[in-house]
């Protein structure tokens, strides 16, 4: 790419993934930039060097478009300049936290700066929002405390990230908003007062991810479940009190859908229903058979035979296809 055209490259590709911004340089002819991303589940890590710019997000570019994130960035490289809510700050090796739903500027300076990004949700931080609101645009020091231990996991997990599994990604993405939380928790001077329907709110992502981790274990039960996160059957139930399906529905859905894909793969084709019925966790042909039909309104066996066939007559079975609705009570 010719260097002119780096940075119209890079000023369209932030306000197209990242959010609707104007960005500015002197360095057109020189301008320098790489930027990488990790999908970590519940939050996004991002890794950006870039050459010297001044962002400015207005109300209009907000109302235009807003991921609803706070964003927690770490500046490894060079210095970084934010304003933000009557708050500025100016950050070099430290933390600093910034709202996607707020108008701000910011200017990286007279040389490249380097930063790993932590983008969380706003939803799935467990901490009150007028709380939060405190600390934008404030630095947060990355050499001592929680700071200090978020910012070297941070950089492990952007050195060593790429090469794991997208279920260890996902794991390691709650740790990253874990130690987030203790952070910004411990900054405002209330570590302990993340909501108690927040804390929930982890909680059943943890189980549901647990959950979806091992299907395939016959003696996945609720009561495992529970055991495993070290709460009660009682306490596991009420996690799920407020959504569609009980835990037990949670898995045994879990576990029909796995095998249905199966079933539709031509790889698998030589493998008896059985086989792949126990691969999920089913340990009975019969349950899993009538489960099955149940749910999918089809045999196996049916499924089977639409899943192999050349893919136009399969799509024309499987239009036919609609998977019944799970009700809360039902059991594995």
């Known amino acids: 790419m010719a260097p002119p055209e780096r940075f119209e490259w890079f000023r369209d590709a932030v306000a197209d993934h990242v959010m609707p911004v104007s960005l500015s340089t002197d360095r057109v002819q020189d301008f320098h930039a790489e930027v990488s991303a990790l999908d970590l589940g519940p939050v996004q890590l991002s890794a950006i060097t ?144 993340a909501p108690a329907e927040a804390r929930a709110q982890e909680m059943y992502r943890r189980v549901t991810r647990f959950i979806d981790n091992n299907l395939g274990d016959p003696d996945l039960t609720p009561r495992a479940v529970a055991e495993r996160h070290n709460i009660s059957l009682r306490t596991l139930h009420s996690l799920f009190s407020d959504h569609p399906l009980s835990v037990a529905a949670r898995i045994r859905q879990g576990r029909l859908e796995r095998a249905y894909a199966d079933l539709g793969r031509r790889e698998f084709a030589g493998e008896p229903v059985q086989t792949i019925a126990a691969r999920w966790g089913f340990s009975s042909a019969t349950s899993f058979s009538r489960a099955f039909r149940e749910h999918y309104g089809t045999t196996p066996t049916e499924r089977r035979a639409a899943g192999t066939r050349p893919s136009g007559i399969a799509r024309d079975v499987e239009k036919s296809r609609t998977p019944r609705t799970e009700t809360p009570g039902s059991t594995i």
């Open 50 to 193: 870039y050459s010297p710019v001044l962002s400015r997000r207005t109300p209009a570019h907000v109302r235009q478009g807003d991921p609803e994130q706070y964003q927690l960035a770490l500046v490894t490289g060079g210095a970084f300049r934010i304003d933000q809510r009557d708050n500025q700050a100016v950050i070099s090796g430290d933390l600093v936290l910034t709202d996607t739903s707020r108008p701000s500027e910011g200017w990286s300076g007279d040389e490249r700066a380097t930063a790993l990004i932590l983008q969380i949700p706003r939803a799935v931080l467990p901490l009150r929002r007028d709380r939060v609101d405190r600390m934008v645009a404030r630095r947060i020091r990355a050499d001592q405390g929680t700071g200090a231990i978020l910012g070297d996991f941070l950089g492990s997990v952007h050195a060593r990230g790429p090469h794991c599994e997208p279920a260890e990604l996902a794991g390691l993405g709650s740790v990253a908003l874990d130690l987030a939380t203790a952070c910004l928790a411990r900054q405002l001077g209330c570590p302990d007062t």
